[in-house]
C-alpha cells in the first residue's frame, strides 16, 4: 500500500513520516535550509507480513500544487494532516479536493502538532474537520492526534497500528493488465546509466518472466530493463501499487521527461485529443467554455489543453459533464484514468474527472451516437456490463481495442447472452466481438445493397469485393469487412464466381450458341498467357463474326470468367490471378513500378502499363506518383 500526505505547508507532514519510519524525505539542501518540502519524498517502512509500506510526501505549498497531484494520482490511502494551532487551512482544502477528485477511497486524519494546542483547541479543530471532510471519503474516517516530536507517542502509535492493520487488509491490485509506469523523476548513477522512477499503476514486469515489449511512450521508444527496485528494496518483479526504481538500458537520460510511461507497447496509442467526463468544484470559478485554456495533471504530467463542451455550449461551476481536451502534443491515457484541472493561470484546482475515451475524434464529436457511446464508456468504467458498450459499437470490439479499454485486463471481457467472439481466416484476424442482433443488422444490410444492385444490373455478375464495400460500409474496419463477407459466404447468403460476389440466386446466362462459342474461346485466351489473342484474332480462329464474339466475350467478363484490360483485350480470370500475385511478390512496401513489372513478366511497357491500370481500376492497387501500391483488401482475383 502507497500512504499519500496531503495538508497545508508546514503542518508537520515531513515531520511525522520521520517519526512513522525513520526516513528523512526532504532530500534538498533547500528543503532542510527553508523547513518545507519542495520536491516528492518516499520513505518505506516493513510490516509483520514481510510486505513493505511506502509513504509519499507531497509539497504543501500553494505553488508547488503541481508536485502534490503528481503524487497523488498513484497513492492507495490519503492522510490529511492538519496542525492543531493552525487548523484547515486553504491547502487543507485543495489537498482534500484533489484527493476527491482523484477517486481516493481510503484514508484517516491525523492533527499534528498536538503540543501546542490545549484540549478546547484540539476539540474545536476536530469538529472543524469533521464539517470539512462531510460527503468525502474521509466521512467517519478515524482522526489521531499526535505530537510526532514528543517522546510520549501514543497517538502516533495509534496511528502506525492503524496504517499497518489498514495495508495488511488491503485488497491487493492484482495487477492482470497491461504493465505501466508513470515516471516522475529521471536521473544517472554513476557505475548504473539511466535511472527512472515512478508508480506502478498497472500489470507486473518479471525480468524472470517472458520478454515484455517495453516502451517509453508517447515516443514509443523501445528500452530494456537491467534491473528493479520495489518499495527500496532489490527486486526481479515490478508490480501494481508499487513505488519502483528502475535501471534502463538503451536510451539515454535526455529522453526521458518526467510525466513519460514506461509500459506495455500495447497499452496506449498516443493522441492529441481525449474525452473526458469532467466535473468542475462548486466554487467561484469562471465557466469551462469552447477552446478555454486548463492546466491538466494525470499520471506523474503535467499538461496544458483547450476545452471544448460536448453536451452543451459550457459547462458551470458544480457541474459534471462531457469534455474533449486537445493537446499540442500527443499524449497518452486510459479509459478510466482521473486527472486533475487547475485554472489557466496554474493558480487554483478547479475540478477533475475521468478518461472516457483515450483517442477521440475531431469529427463529429457532437453526434447523437457519439455521445452516446461515451455514455457507455462511463457506465462501463463504474462497473457496468460490456453489453451496454457493444451496444453503441457500431461494428463490434476488435480484442485489441476492448483490451487497450479495459488496460489489458481479461476480467470482465467474456461474451455476454447473445454475444460471440468471431474470428477470420487470416493468420493475423483479431478476434472481434460482436451481439447477434448486430451481425444480422450488419449482413442484412450487405445483402439489401447486393440485391438492389442485382435490380438495377440484372446482366451484370456482381460486384467485386471492394466494390461491394465502397457501396456498402466504406467506413467499415478492415478486419469486420472481412470478418462478415467471410461469414456471409460460409452461411451462403452471398455466393462467388471468380471476382464476383452475388446473391446465390443470381445467374447471367448464355443462350446455347453463345455458350459454345464461349467455350471455344476461353481456351484460346488462356492459353495466350499474358498475350492473349486480340478479339479479331479470336473471331478469325473461331470463325464467328466479331460483333458476337465481342459480346460473348463481355458476358464472360460479367461472369466472372474473364477481364477486360482495354477494348478488345480480355485476360482470363487464372492468369490475372497469376498477375496479380506477381505484384504482390515485387511489393516491398513501396510499391511497384512499370519497369519492375515489364521486366518481371516479359511484356512490352505498353501492355505492362495497361494492366497496372487495370488494377488501379478494380482496386487491388492504388496509382502513387510512378508507382502502383497494394491497397491491401482480399482481392478475389487473386486464387
Given at each position: 500500500?502507497?500512504?499519500?500526505?496531503?495538508?497545508?505547508?508546514?503542518?508537520?507532514?515531513?515531520?511525522?513520516?520521520?517519526?512513522?519510519?525513520?526516513?528523512?524525505?526532504?532530500?534538498?539542501?533547500?528543503?532542510?535550509?527553508?523547513?518545507?518540502?519542495?520536491?516528492?519524498?518516499?520513505?518505506?517502512?516493513?510490516?509483520?507480513?514481510?510486505?513493505?509500506?511506502?509513504?509519499?510526501?507531497?509539497?504543501?505549498h500553494e505553488?508547488?500544487?503541481?508536485?502534490?497531484?503528481?503524487?497523488?494520482?498513484?497513492?492507495?490511502?490519503?492522510?490529511?494532516?492538519?496542525?492543531?494551532?493552525?487548523?484547515?487551512?486553504?491547502?487543507?482544502?485543495?489537498?482534500?479536493?484533489?484527493?476527491?477528485?482523484?477517486?481516493?477511497?481510503?484514508?484517516?486524519?491525523?492533527?499534528?502538532?498536538?503540543?501546542?494546542?490545549d484540549?478546547?483547541?484540539?476539540?474545536?479543530?476536530?469538529?472543524?474537520?469533521?464539517?470539512?471532510?462531510?460527503?468525502?471519503?474521509?466521512?467517519?474516517?478515524?482522526?489521531?492526534?499526535?505530537?510526532?516530536?514528543?517522546?510520549?507517542?501514543?497517538?502516533?502509535?495509534?496511528?502506525?497500528?492503524?496504517?499497518?492493520?489498514?495495508?495488511?487488509?488491503?485488497?491487493?491490485q492484482?495487477?492482470?493488465?497491461?504493465?505501466?509506469?508513470?515516471?516522475?523523476?529521471?536521473?544517472?548513477?554513476?557505475?548504473h546509466?539511466?535511472?527512472?522512477?515512478?508508480?506502478?499503476?498497472?500489470?507486473?514486469?518479471?525480468?524472470?518472466?517472458?520478454?515484455?515489449?517495453?516502451?517509453?511512450?508517447?515516443?514509443?521508444?523501445?528500452?530494456?530493463?537491467?534491473?528493479?527496485?520495489?518499495?527500496?528494496?532489490?527486486?526481479r518483479?515490478?508490480?501494481?501499487?508499487?513505488?519502483?526504481?528502475?535501471?534502463?538500458?538503451?536510451?539515454?537520460?535526455?529522453?526521458?521527461?518526467?510525466?513519460?510511461?514506461?509500459?506495455?507497447?500495447?497499452?496506449?496509442?498516443?493522441?492529441?485529443?481525449?474525452?473526458?467526463?469532467?466535473?468542475?468544484?462548486?466554487?467561484?470559478?469562471?465557466?469551462?467554455?469552447?477552446?478555454s485554456?486548463w492546466?491538466?495533471?494525470m499520471?506523474?504530467?503535467?499538461?496544458?489543453?483547450?476545452?471544448?463542451?460536448?453536451?452543451?455550449?459550457?459547462?458551470?461551476?458544480?457541474?459534471?459533464?462531457?469534455?474533449?481536451?486537445?493537446?499540442?502534443?500527443?499524449?497518452?491515457?486510459?479509459?478510466?484514468?482521473?486527472?486533475?484541472?487547475?485554472?489557466?493561470?496554474?493558480?487554483?484546482?478547479?475540478?477533475?474527472?475521468?478518461?472516457?475515451?483515450?483517442?477521440?475524434?475531431d469529427r463529429?464529436?457532437?453526434?447523437?451516437t457519439?455521445l452516446?457511446?461515451?455514455?457507455?464508456?462511463?457506465?462501463?468504467?463504474?462497473?457496468?456490463?460490456?453489453?451496454?458498450?457493444?451496444?453503441?459499437?457500431?461494428?463490434?470490439?476488435?480484442?485489441?481495442?476492448?483490451?487497450?479499454?479495459?488496460?489489458?485486463?481479461?476480467?470482465?471481457l467474456?461474451?455476454?447472452?447473445?454475444?460471440?467472439?468471431?474470428?477470420?481466416?487470416?493468420?493475423?484476424?483479431?478476434?472481434?466481438?460482436?451481439?447477434?442482433?448486430?451481425?444480422?443488422?450488419?449482413c442484412q444490410?450487405?445483402?439489401?445493397?447486393?440485391?438492389?444492385?442485382?435490380?438495377?444490373?440484372?446482366?451484370?455478375?456482381?460486384?467485386?469485393?471492394?466494390?461491394?464495400?465502397?457501396?456498402?460500409?466504406?467506413?467499415?474496419?478492415?478486419?469486420?469487412?472481412?470478418?462478415?463477407?467471410?461469414?456471409?459466404?460460409?452461411?451462403?447468403?452471398?455466393?462467388?464466381?471468380?471476382?464476383?460476389?452475388?446473391?446465390?440466386?443470381?445467374?447471367?446466362?448464355?443462350?446455347?450458341?453463345?455458350?459454345?462459342?464461349?467455350?471455344?474461346?476461353?481456351?484460346?485466351?488462356?492459353?495466350?498467357?499474358?498475350?492473349?489473342?486480340?478479339?479479331?484474332?479470336?473471331?478469325?480462329e473461331?470463325?464467328?463474326?466479331?460483333?458476337?464474339?465481342?459480346?460473348?466475350?463481355?458476358?464472360?467478363?460479367?461472369?466472372?470468367?474473364?477481364?477486360?484490360?482495354?477494348?478488345?483485350?480480355?485476360?482470363?480470370?487464372?492468369?490475372?490471378?497469376?498477375?496479380?500475385n506477381?505484384?504482390?511478390?515485387?511489393?516491398?512496401?513501396?510499391?511497384?513500378?512499370?519497369?519492375?513489372?515489364?521486366?518481371?513478366?516479359?511484356l512490352?511497357?505498353?501492355?505492362?502499363?495497361q494492366?497496372?491500370?487495370?488494377?488501379?481500376?478494380?482496386?487491388?492497387?492504388?496509382?502513387?506518383?510512378?508507382?502502383?501500391?497494394?491497397?491491401?483488401?482480399?482481392?478475389?482475383?487473386?486464387?
Amino acid at each position: 500500500m502507497i500512504v499519500g500526505t496531503a495538508g497545508h505547508i508546514d503542518h508537520g507532514k515531513t515531520t511525522l513520516i520521520r517519526a512513522l519510519t525513520g526516513v528523512d524525505t526532504d532530500r534538498l539542501e533547500e528543503e532542510k535550509k527553508r523547513g518545507i518540502s519542495i520536491q516528492l519524498g518516499y520513505a518505506y517502512t516493513p510490516l509483520p507480513d514481510g510486505q513493505i509500506l511506502g509513504f509519499i510526501d507531497v509539497p504543501g505549498h500553494e505553488r508547488l500544487v503541481h508536485t502534490m497531484v503528481a503524487g497523488a494520482t498513484g497513492i492507495d490511502f490519503g492522510l490529511l494532516i492538519v496542525a492543531a494551532d493552525d487548523g484547515v487551512m486553504p491547502q487543507t482544502r485543495e489537498h482534500l479536493a484533489v484527493l476527491q477528485l482523484l477517486g481516493l477511497q481510503a484514508g484517516a486524519i491525523v492533527l499534528s502538532k498536538a503540543d501546542r494546542a490545549d484540549a478546547a483547541r484540539i476539540e474545536s479543530v476536530k469538529a472543524e474537520l469533521q464539517a470539512l471532510v462531510q460527503g468525502s471519503f474521509l466521512d467517519n474516517a478515524p482522526i489521531f492526534v499526535v505530537d510526532a516530536l514528543s517522546a510520549d507517542k501514543p497517538g502516533l502509535e495509534a496511528l502506525r497500528q492503524h496504517l499497518h492493520a489498514q495495508a495488511m487488509q488491503s485488497t491487493k491490485q492484482d495487477g492482470n493488465g497491461y504493465f505501466r509506469l508513470a515516471i516522475d523523476r529521471v536521473f544517472t548513477l554513476q557505475g548504473h546509466g539511466t535511472l527512472v522512477t515512478g508508480t506502478v499503476h498497472d500489470g507486473v514486469l518479471d525480468l524472470d518472466g517472458p520478454a515484455m515489449d517495453l516502451r517509453l511512450m508517447p515516443r514509443g521508444t523501445p528500452v530494456r530493463v537491467r534491473s528493479i527496485h520495489a518499495q527500496n528494496q532489490a527486486s526481479r518483479q515490478a508490480r501494481a501499487g508499487q513505488r519502483c526504481a528502475l535501471n534502463l538500458g538503451g536510451i539515454d537520460v535526455q529522453d526521458i521527461e518526467r510525466g513519460d510511461w514506461l509500459a506495455d507497447a500495447r497499452c496506449f496509442i498516443p493522441s492529441t485529443r481525449i474525452d473526458v467526463e469532467l466535473s468542475l468544484l462548486d466554487k467561484d470559478i469562471p465557466a469551462l467554455r469552447t477552446w478555454s485554456p486548463w492546466h491538466i495533471h494525470m499520471g506523474a504530467a503535467h499538461l496544458t489543453a483547450h476545452a471544448v463542451p460536448l453536451d452543451g455550449e459550457s459547462l458551470q461551476p458544480g457541474q459534471t459533464g462531457k469534455v474533449q481536451l486537445v493537446f499540442d502534443r500527443p499524449i497518452c491515457s486510459m479509459t478510466g484514468e482521473r486527472f486533475i484541472l487547475r485554472n489557466a493561470q496554474a493558480s487554483e484546482t478547479v475540478g477533475g474527472g475521468i478518461v472516457l475515451d483515450p483517442n477521440a475524434p475531431d469529427r463529429k464529436r457532437r453526434s447523437t451516437t457519439r455521445l452516446a457511446w461515451l455514455d457507455a464508456l462511463a457506465q462501463w468504467t463504474r462497473g457496468g456490463p460490456l453489453e451496454g458498450l457493444l451496444a453503441q459499437a457500431p461494428y463490434g470490439l476488435d480484442e485489441a481495442t476492448l483490451l487497450r479499454l479495459s488496460g489489458g485486463s481479461q476480467q470482465g471481457l467474456s461474451a455476454p447472452a447473445n454475444a460471440r467472439w468471431h474470428t477470420g481466416s487470416r493468420p493475423q484476424s483479431q478476434p472481434i466481438l460482436l451481439s447477434d442482433a448486430r451481425l444480422e443488422a450488419l449482413c442484412q444490410h450487405i445483402e439489401s445493397v447486393m440485391l438492389q444492385f442485382h435490380e438495377r444490373n440484372p446482366d451484370e455478375p456482381g460486384l467485386s469485393i471492394s466494390r461491394l464495400r465502397r457501396m456498402a460500409a466504406p467506413t467499415m474496419p478492415d478486419a469486420i469487412w472481412q470478418l462478415l463477407t467471410e461469414y456471409l459466404l460460409s452461411e451462403q447468403r452471398l455466393a462467388q464466381q471468380g471476382a464476383w460476389l452475388h446473391t446465390p440466386g443470381h445467374r447471367v446466362t448464355l443462350s446455347p450458341e453463345d455458350q459454345a462459342l464461349a467455350t471455344a474461346l476461353l481456351p484460346l485466351i488462356e492459353a495466350g498467357r499474358f498475350d492473349p489473342p486480340w478479339t479479331r484474332d479470336l473471331a478469325k480462329e473461331t470463325e464467328a463474326p466479331e460483333e458476337q464474339t465481342r459480346n460473348v466475350l463481355r458476358r464472360l467478363v460479367r461472369q466472372g470468367e474473364l477481364f477486360q484490360i482495354v477494348h478488345d483485350l480480355f485476360y482470363h480470370r487464372r492468369q490475372i490471378a497469376v498477375l496479380a500475385n506477381i505484384v504482390k511478390e515485387l511489393h516491398s512496401g513501396q510499391g511497384v513500378s512499370a519497369a519492375q513489372f515489364r521486366d518481371a513478366t516479359g511484356l512490352g511497357r505498353k501492355r505492362a502499363i495497361q494492366i497496372l491500370e487495370f488494377f488501379d481500376r478494380v482496386g487491388y492497387t492504388r496509382r502513387v506518383r510512378d508507382r502502383h501500391v497494394l491497397r491491401g483488401e482480399a482481392w478475389a482475383a487473386a486464387d
